[in-house]
């Protein structure tokens, strides 16, 4: 009887025992190669299989070089990369796999799972590495080859043969924290209609191709990008909205620095549905070709309740530049921007000289352009405050070089259906501010500094109702005896 007892006392101990899964796998356990040579693509998306059929865990890559093809993130399943592995990407464009709502491709790819992380382990966490110039130029040469159909503008590849180095579509609750990305053959990481993100002190180092925004956020819905450095040849923190039926809303970026060879802090191009409820706080730009922060609506979506405090920006090309299009001739909307505790010096050279992959030179004639808040006759942008703003400029608008004066204000295109940038209307007339077809304006605490003297008037204000400029200062070498703004309609 006592025996009997004990039997199943061991019996029920080794079940329980056999239920007790360990919660950490490490990768060698499933014979995936560190050697940096051996294609671990199958190896490795076995193991998340298995973890993610045993209810959930953490696949660890210990030091090493572990190359691979597409991979896919399961619901619950962990991937940790400790400091001194690196994860890289397959130089041959057929080793990767698409998603099937999109049709994009990527390095590691997850779709419509939940409970996904991916973060690294010992002080500055593992890497992921895109090799994205040898795959990018691969990518080309298989067109040369005649195995891939693409125009070929530039002798570059388009966007939708370069792989992504990771996109989540259609994920909850998703954690990526401490990991480097870097050398992408397109854009870097991907986050589209994705609920509840989480992403802390992941840097991105990725100017290795073109297109290479280094975060987009699209259409996501609860996103908090924290504690990060991106330094991009496109656009660094990029948010989006693909889908008329979706919005990119309730997100927050904060703590982060950005560097890129186009805008710093974008929300667009493409805005079908639209932003909403956007929090960007206490942030860094710095050698960057276009604008520090840029706001456009110009694909028939909304765009509203944004607030942008403490943006510091040093060495950009422009500093504010809020912009309504009708690119698909739809009305788009904007309302409710707050610009605050801005500090910004406009670069009077290419602020990314010397860098890989440098934004174009700009057709001329074009002297330094001034911030943007420009709407349409039709839609115009509504209830903008700017406060406790300091952007210092090149000055040294030359009129002998490139002239529009205060009375050619009707000459500066409308541009509804143009790419928005912040050089679209060319020449303008103001080297501070020029305000456009806004409807509720604020402007309080606002210094402009002019390091040499421009011919144009700092502020310019046309067609704005119900506006309110208090505490304006304006510094220009021998332009006292110039009005600071000029107001019509």
């Keep these: 009887m006592k025996r009997t007892i004990l039997t199943l006392l061991l019996i029920a101990s080794l079940q329980a025992l056999a239920q007790e899964k360990p919660k950490y796998y490490n990768a060698s356990?499933?014979?995936?190669?560190?050697?940096?040579?051996?294609?671990?693509t199958r190896s490795i998306?076995?193991?998340?299989?298995?973890?993610?059929?045993?209810?959930?865990?953490?696949?660890?890559?210990?030091?090493?070089?572990?190359?691979?093809?597409?991979?896919?993130?399961?619901?619950?399943?962990?991937?940790?990369?400790?400091?001194?592995?690196?994860?890289?990407?397959?130089?041959?464009?057929?080793?990767?796999?698409?998603?099937?709502?999109?049709?994009?491709?990527?390095?590691?790819?997850?779709?419509?799972?939940?409970?996904?992380?991916?973060?690294?382990?010992?002080?500055?966490?593992?890497?992921?590495?895109?090799?994205?110039?040898?795959?990018?130029n691969n990518c080309t040469d298989l067109v040369h080859k005649g195995l891939l159909n693409d125009r070929l503008s530039n002798d570059r590849v388009g966007e939708s043969f370069r792989p992504r180095l990771l996109i989540f579509r259609?994920?909850?609750?998703?954690?990526?924290?401490?990991?480097?990305?870097?050398?992408?053959?397109?854009?870097?990481?991907?986050?589209?209609?994705?609920?509840?993100?989480?992403?802390?002190n992941v840097r991105i180092q990725s100017t290795a191709f073109w297109n290479n925004d280094g975060i987009d956020i699209v259409d996501c819905n609860g996103f908090l990008l924290t504690n990060s450095y991106i330094n991009s040849s496109d656009d660094a923190i990029c948010l989006k909205s693909h889908s008329a039926k979706k919005l990119c809303q309730n997100i927050e970026v904060r703590n982060c620095t950005a560097r890129s060879s186009a805008s710093g802090i974008k929300f667009g191009t493409m805005g079908a549905g639209g932003f909403k409820n956007v929090k960007i706080i206490n942030n860094t730009v710095y050698d960057t070709y276009r604008s520090a922060i840029t706001i456009q609506s110009v694909d028939g979506g909304?765009?509203?309740?944004?607030?942008?405090?403490?943006?510091?920006?040093t060495n950009v090309g422009n500093a504010i530049y809020l912009n309504i299009g009708a690119r698909r001739d739809k009305q788009s909307f904007?309302?409710?921007?707050?610009?605050?505790?801005?500090?910004?010096?406009?670069?009077?050279?290419?602020?990314d000289a010397?860098?890989?992959?440098?934004?174009?030179?700009?057709?001329?004639?074009?002297?330094?352009?001034?911030?943007?808040?420009?709407?349409?006759?039709?839609?115009?942008?509504?209830?903008?405050?700017?406060?406790?703003?300091?952007?210092?400029?090149?000055?040294?608008?030359?009129?002998?070089?490139?002239?529009?004066?205060?009375?050619?204000?009707?000459?500066?295109?409308?541009?509804?259906?143009?790419?928005?940038?912040?050089?679209?209307?060319?020449?303008?007339?103001?080297?501070?501010?020029?305000?456009?077809?806004?409807?509720?304006?604020?402007?309080?605490?606002?210094?402009?500094?002019?390091?040499?003297?421009?011919?144009?008037?700092?502020?310019?204000?046309?067609?704005?109702?119900?506006?309110?400029?208090?505490?304006?200062?304006?510094?220009e070498p021998n332009g006292d005896k110039k009005d600071a703004i000029f107001v019509r309609n």
Excluded at 171 to 197: G, I
Excluded at 302 to 313: K, M, T
Excluded at 334 to 348: D, G, K, L, P
Excluded at 358 to 371: A, F, K, Q, T, Y
């Design 354 to 475: 010397g860098y890989e992959y440098e934004g174009p030179i700009e057709d001329l004639p074009r002297n330094i352009s001034p911030c943007g808040i420009i709407g349409l006759k039709d839609s115009k942008i509504k209830n903008v405050t700017l406060e406790n703003i300091d952007i210092t400029f090149p000055g040294g608008g030359d009129p002998n070089y490139a002239h529009r004066g205060l009375d050619e204000l009707d000459k500066v295109p409308e541009m509804p259906k143009a790419y928005p940038e912040f050089s679209q209307h060319m020449e303008l007339p103001a080297w501070g501010f020029y305000v456009r077809h806004v409807d509720g304006l604020v402007m309080k605490g606002i210094k402009l500094t002019a390091l040499e003297k421009d011919y144009r008037t700092a502020v310019v204000i046309d067609d704005v109702k119900n506006h309110e400029i208090s505490t304006l200062q304006v510094y």
């Design 334 to 351: 904007m309302q409710n921007i707050t610009i605050r505790n801005m500090v910004c010096e406009v670069a009077a050279n290419k602020p």
């Design 29 to 40: 356990l499933f014979g995936i190669r560190s050697d940096g040579v051996t294609m671990n």
């Design 302 to 313: 909304i765009c509203e309740d944004i607030v942008v405090d403490s943006l510091h920006a």
């Design 170 to 200: 259609e994920c909850k609750n998703v954690e990526v924290d401490n990991v480097t990305f870097r050398n992408a053959a397109n854009w870097v990481t991907m986050y589209d209609q994705c609920e509840n993100v989480k992403v802390n």
């Design 45 to 136: 998306q076995y193991a998340i299989d298995w973890i993610a059929e045993q209810g959930g865990g953490t696949l660890r890559f210990w030091v090493g070089r572990y190359l691979t093809g597409s991979i896919h993130l399961k619901s619950n399943v962990t991937i940790e990369l400790v400091e001194g592995a690196v994860l890289v990407g397959s130089t041959n464009p057929f080793d990767y796999d698409r998603l099937e709502a999109t049709n994009d491709h990527a390095l590691i790819l997850a779709e419509g799972v939940e409970n996904i992380r991916l973060i690294g382990y010992y002080n500055s966490g593992g890497v992921i590495d895109g090799q994205g110039r040898e795959l990018g």
